[in-house]
C-alpha cells in the first residue's frame, strides 16, 4: 500500500513540473522585436546578412539605423515604415522596400493582433552590429 501512495505522488509531482515547465511565466511580456539571422557573408569590404525580422501586434522598433543599406520584403502582416525626411509610408505581405544605410527611420506594426514580418538583406560595414538605437541601450 505504501508504494502505491509513493508511486501516486510521484507521478502527481513529475505531472506538474512538466506542465509549469511548458507554460509560459505569467509575467512574461512579447519581445516588441525578434530577428534571426539567416545567413551572414563576406562581401569583400562589406557584410552581408539576410535575415527575419518580426514585429510585435502594435509595436515599433524606436528609432534606429543600420551600417548599410536594406532591402526588405514583408512576409506576413502589415506595418508603417517613417524614414527622416520622408512621408510615412505602408507595407504590407508581398510588398517591398529599401532603406539607405545609416539612415534614421522606425518600423510600426499596424495590427493589434498579427505580427509584421519581414525577410531582410543587409548590407553593412564590416564588424557593426545590425542596427544602432537613437534612444538606450544603443544596440539592438
Request: charged share 20%; net charge neutral; aromatic share 8%.
Amino acid at each position: 500500500m505504501k508504494r502505491t501512495g509513493w508511486a501516486l505522488l510521484l507521478i502527481v509531482v513529475v505531472g506538474i513540473v512538466a506542465g509549469l515547465n511548458g507554460a509560459p511565466p505569467l509575467t512574461a511580456q512579447q519581445e516588441p522585436v525578434k530577428r534571426q539571422v539567416l545567413q551572414k557573408v563576406d562581401l569583400g569590404d562589406k557584410d552581408g546578412v539576410m535575415y527575419v525580422a518580426e514585429i510585435a501586434p502594435g509595436a515599433a522598433t524606436g528609432k534606429h539605423f543600420h551600417p548599410g543599406p536594406e532591402t526588405v520584403y514583408v512576409l506576413e502582416g502589415s506595418g508603417t515604415l517613417e524614414m527622416e525626411g520622408h512621408p510615412a509610408m505602408t507595407f504590407k505581405s508581398g510588398e517591398s522596400f529599401a532603406i539607405p544605410g545609416k539612415h534614421i527611420h522606425e518600423a510600426k506594426n499596424a495590427s493589434g493582433a498579427d505580427h509584421w514580418k519581414l525577410l531582410v538583406f543587409l548590407a553593412g560595414d564590416k564588424g557593426q552590429p545590425i542596427a544602432k538605437l537613437m534612444t538606450p541601450p544603443y544596440f539592438f
